[in-house]
């Protein structure tokens, strides 16, 4: 069975930074793509960055440059380290590989 588990997130001023991380177990993520999606409120879920199976990254524009999503296949785990945060970065963030979702996540970006 796959589970995604979540961690990190909470509230930060704006340019301030956060990490997430999602630790898997039945699947193996240097195997697979991870993906982070987010979903703020009275709006659709959004894509904002995968890891492929070769380390490949890519990044919805509105993230580019400023968030970093990451593997530790030792860990079996993927991070999204997110910097110079906005205020309309705030949302839940998700984890997802294919059908399986982490439980989400609260970051609130707020002076």
């Known amino acids: 069975q796959v589970q995604l588990v979540q961690s990190g997130g909470g509230q930060v001023q704006p340019g301030g930074s956060l990490r997430l991380s999602c630790a898997a177990s039945?699947?193996?993520?240097?195997?697979?793509?991870l993906n982070w999606y987010r979903q703020a409120p009275g709006k659709q879920r959004e894509w904002v960055a995968e890891?492929?199976?070769?380390?490949?990254?890519n990044y919805a524009e509105s993230v580019k440059g400023r968030f970093t999503i990451s593997r530790d296949n030792a860990k079996n785990m993927v991070n999204l380290q997110m910097n110079s945060l906005k205020p309309e970065d705030t949302a839940v963030y998700y984890c997802?590989?294919?059908?399986?979702w982490g439980q989400g996540t609260q970051v609130t970006v707020s002076s």
């Open positions: 890891v492929l199976r070769r380390g490949n990254t």
């Open positions: 039945g699947i193996n993520v240097s195997v697979n793509v």
């Open positions: 997802n590989n294919q059908c399986y």
